[in-house]
């Protein structure tokens, strides 16, 4: 049973272009959270998704991003034109309902030149 | 979710245990109590969590003050691979939960040889 597959590993964006971050949680697990951990920072909490829907996006910018997790396929954060302080390691995690922990992935780290 | 406070930093020897403090004096009567741990350059793992009774597992132990204020994570026996942040988060659910887990900037653990 693979854990949590996020792709890519590293990314590198020259500013105004677009990332695309993949996330495919552990087989079985409908819950996926995305996390960004800014360099020295602890993780924060971005959006909550279940299949088709986000359940909270709370700690999503308000503008460039966007996440979804479709019906089929993995779960994509996409962030429209980066800047330098979109920089950071990117976590997704999933879990098959809300009562069991999170499984993490390794990350993808974004860098923006 | 309500706050925690964890020293910044804490060093052990090899082969001895450790014991992680975490003071949490504005939790609620529902939050259960979380420990995660990061390894450098890894997703955060999931290590133990409980409510109100000490919880043992195959990583640490977890006690849990009489008046939940505090907390201690204990590994009996460290070895080079625990050394990593950790971090103790408090939710309302007993698992990932709808709103996300609050990362603190947990506490680095140095693992002497």
């Known amino acids: 049973n693979a854990g949590v597959m996020q792709n890519p590993r590293h990314l590198v964006r020259r500013r105004g272009q677009e990332a695309r971050l993949r996330c495919s949680p552990m087989k079985g697990h409908s819950h996926v959270y995305w996390y960004r951990q800014l360099p020295e920072e602890g993780l924060k909490f971005m959006v909550y998704l279940q299949k088709e829907n986000i359940i909270d996006e709370s700690g999503m910018p308000k503008e460039r991003f966007s996440a979804e997790f479709p019906k089929e396929g993995p779960s994509i954060l996409r962030i429209q034109q980066v800047v330098r302080g979109d920089s950071a390691a990117y976590f997704c995690?999933?879990?098959?309902?809300?009562?069991?922990?999170?499984?993490f992935g390794s990350g993808t780290r974004l860098t923006v030149v | 979710d309500a706050k925690t406070t964890q020293p910044n930093s804490m060093e052990s020897n090899e082969e001895e245990p450790v014991h992680l403090p975490c003071n949490h004096s504005?939790?609620?009567?529902?939050?259960?109590i979380h420990w995660y741990r990061q390894l450098p350059s890894q997703g955060p793992e999931y290590v133990i969590h409980?409510?109100?009774s000490n919880v043992n597992n195959r990583m640490a132990s977890l006690a849990i003050a009489e008046d939940r204020k505090s907390s201690t994570l204990i590994l009996h026996r460290a070895t080079l691979r625990d050394a990593a942040v950790y971090y103790c988060?408090?939710?309302?659910?007993?698992?990932?939960?709808?709103?996300?887990?609050?990362f603190g900037k947990g506490t680095h653990l140095i693992i002497q040889p």
């Open positions: 409980g409510l109100t």
């Open positions: 504005t939790i609620s009567g529902t939050d259960y």
């Open positions: 988060i408090l939710s309302t659910y007993s698992g990932g939960g709808a709103d996300g887990l609050t």
């Open positions: 995690a999933s879990s098959p309902d809300q009562v069991y922990g999170y499984t």
